[in-house]
């Protein structure tokens, strides 16, 4: 198995302008997580699906986010329109129950720098 | 709510030393505990889990880590740091099922020839 795959791996836009984060799943995995790491902030959870239905966007950070997950191959996160502030690793994850736990398996992440 | 507090944004040891990362969680409910690691410009890999099967529990690259109720710890320990172990870890909490995962803050580990 290739592992969750992100593209594209590095970013960099202007302010204003939308920007477009995809993931890919592990096949058979059932929850898909996305993530944002900053050095002031950490490792912060955004929004998580389980068979591709949002559960939790409670951590996406105002309206400019925006994700889906239109089949259980694929999922995008959406910044329009995109900030400074919005700098950060993203991080997507998809995960499969083992043992009861909900263990993750992380994409090598996207980099984005808005100018 | 469920959260994890890693003590130490960054910890250094020298090589062949004890590697001790603290973690503490606060659960409502009976926690599922795993520690990750992160590699510079990686995404995050699962050292290891506690899924209430074994209170110590044994990962890859030689780390372990102990359930401790009591003290609502769960440290992660090597007895004899590698130079390849300098990374950050990550501590996470879930309450188990398809819940969401929260992640600490993170600790840098530095290991010193």
């Known amino acids: 198995d290739a592992g969750v795959i992100q593209s594209p791996r590095h970013e960099v836009t202007e302010m204003g302008q939308e920007v477009t984060l995809r993931c890919k799943p592990i096949?058979?995995?059932?929850?898909l997580f996305w993530y944002r790491q900053t050095m002031m902030r950490g490792l912060e959870l955004l929004i998580y699906?389980?068979?591709?239905?949002?559960?939790?966007d409670s951590g996406m950070p105002e309206d400019r986010f925006s994700a889906k997950m239109p089949n259980a191959s694929f999922s995008t996160l959406k910044i329009q329109p995109s900030e400074p502030r919005d700098s950060a690793v993203y991080f997507c994850?998809?995960?499969?129950?083992?043992?009861?736990?909900?263990?993750?398996?992380f994409g090598a992440g996207s980099r984005l720098t808005v100018l | 709510a469920q959260s994890v507090t890693q003590l130490g944004s960054h910890v250094s040891v020298s090589e062949g030393a004890l590697v001790l990362l603290r973690c503490n969680y606060s659960?409502?409910?009976?926690?599922?505990l795993f520690w990750y690691v992160q590699y510079p410009n990686q995404g995050l890999q699962l050292l290891l889990k506690?899924?209430?099967?074994?209170?110590l529990v044994k990962g890859i690259n030689g780390f372990e880590a102990e359930f401790k109720k009591s003290e609502t710890s769960f440290h992660l320990t090597k007895p004899s740091a590698h130079m390849s172990d300098a990374a950050e870890y990550f501590c996470?909490?879930?309450?188990?099922?398809?819940?969401?995962?929260?992640f600490g803050t993170g600790t840098k580990l530095q290991v010193i020839p």
């Open positions: 506690y899924t209430s099967a074994a209170t």
């Open positions: 996470a909490v879930s309450p188990g099922g398809y819940q969401k995962v929260t």
């Open positions: 994850a998809s995960s499969l129950r083992m043992d009861g736990a909900n263990v993750l398996t």
């Open positions: 659960s409502s409910v009976p926690p599922y």
């Open positions: 096949s058979g995995h059932n929850s």
């Open positions: 699906f389980n068979n591709n239905v949002p559960i939790d």
